[in-house]
């Protein structure tokens, strides 16, 4: 099993073996378990069955690398990858498979060119048109090249529970990214933005035809929408601030932020909040400084809050885990949906400035008495560092830390919270807040 060894700022991994062991009660552990070694002391401890619930796994029999839900016909589409033997040789072959999103079930499929990748899938609809679409982007990865030159924006409709191809736009570079804005559709194309609009032919065909776009770019990833403006992810720099400005149909940058931040999911908390994730496994935020002073000013995205997650996130998505009673208080509180690479799926809360306040405060206690594994630090562990920088977090909270204030009876050898420099409002009040907000996770 793995093995991490931590000697000041540096962590090692090593691997060794434990045949057997079996706790008090006789029964084996896990292999999915995690041991600590310290001078004279082996520890060991399982993941708790309680986070195993509610967990439904489709076999596909393929990796599915995209995913969509279309509420309107009741389907799931992917974007898959099946890897097929022939002649002694591996070859990839790409799919947009069709699933029932009751039974899971392939209802149709569309395959992919050679060497065609899916990369982005969308189910949107278009001004003066009715009907609902999946809208997929696609790039042709060509052994010979560094970065695609070529793809497809690919208009699906749903008819019969088949996929029928309405419509396919060609495109020079891999479409990393579709959004629906403003009732047209928004890509992200290796080094540019481009708006399309969706129009009617002579013929009652219709068409995806290009309106206006923005270059300066290394590779726009990741893009999200809110009103008039568009949140920029970069490989290389950061986030950027676009706005679309219809009487010129054109769209420009209005800021950004200039540090060089290789971005792996951003998204828009309200209209001058922005939430990015970087390949440093850090999270943070940046705002728009719409009352600066000079251009120069309103032209810099501010970044307020910085956090070190210890997880590769690749996709935000505002909603909640659990169901929301919206006439309580935490019920109105809004939450983001996270993913990683390892599988981890977390909720992000932007909470009220008063009770941010209280839980920074009780995050600051339970520092000095809940101890972390293996004696880490927990401030250490969360700041913010890659390679330019290391920095305390800020404006973020550790959730699961606070939630272990419930557990602090059983985990404290009796030593008493309030003694330790508690919040003075009592044991019960500061439980029943945080289970109140723990509701929303």
Known sequence: MPFWWYREDTIFFKRFC??????????????????????????????????????????????????????????????????????????EMHFIRLLDDQTFDF????????????????SCSFSDDCN??????????????????????LVFLVEDQKLQLI???ETKGAVYSLNAFNGKLLAAINQKIQLYKWMLRDDGTRELQSECGHH????????????????????MKSISLLIYKHEEGAIEERARDYNANWMSAVEILDDDIYLGAENNFNLFTVRKNSDGATDEERGRLEVVGEYHLGEFVNRFRHGSL??????????????????????????IASLPNEQYLFFEKLQSNLRKVIKGVGGLSHEQWRSFYNEKKTVDAKNFLDG??????????RISNGRDFEGDGGLGGGAYEESRRVDKVALIT
């Open 322 to 347: 659990v169901m929301r009673l919206l006439d309580s208080d935490v019920g109105q509180i809004p939450t983001i949906i996270f993913g990683t690479v390892n599988g981890v799926i977390g909720v």
């Open 167 to 169: 419509a396919e736009k």
């Open 216 to 235: 300066g770019h290394i590779l726009a990833l990741y893009v999200q929408t809110r009103g008039d403006f568009i949140v920029v992810g970069d490989l």
């Open 400 to 409: 699961d830390l606070i939630e272990s204030f419930l557990d602090l009876g």
């Open 18 to 91: 434990v045949s057997l062991v079996k706790n008090s009660d006789g029964d084996s552990f896990s292999v999915h378990s995690l041991a600590i070694a310290k001078e004279g002391e082996l520890t060991i401890g399982t993941i708790d069955d309680i986070q195993k619930l509610h967990i439904r796994s489709i076999p596909l029999g393929e990796h599915a690398r995209r995913i969509c839900h279309q509420e309107q016909t009741r389907t799931f589409a992917i974007c898959s990858l099946k890897y097929n033997q022939s002649n002694s040789e591996e070859a």
């Open 107 to 122: 209802i149709s499929t569309y395959p992919l060119d050679q060497y065609e990748y899916g990369c982005s899938i969308l």
């Open 132 to 153: 609902v679409y999946y809208c997929v982007g696609t790039a042709y990865v060509m052994p010979e090249e560094n970065e695609p030159s070529k793809g497809r924006i």
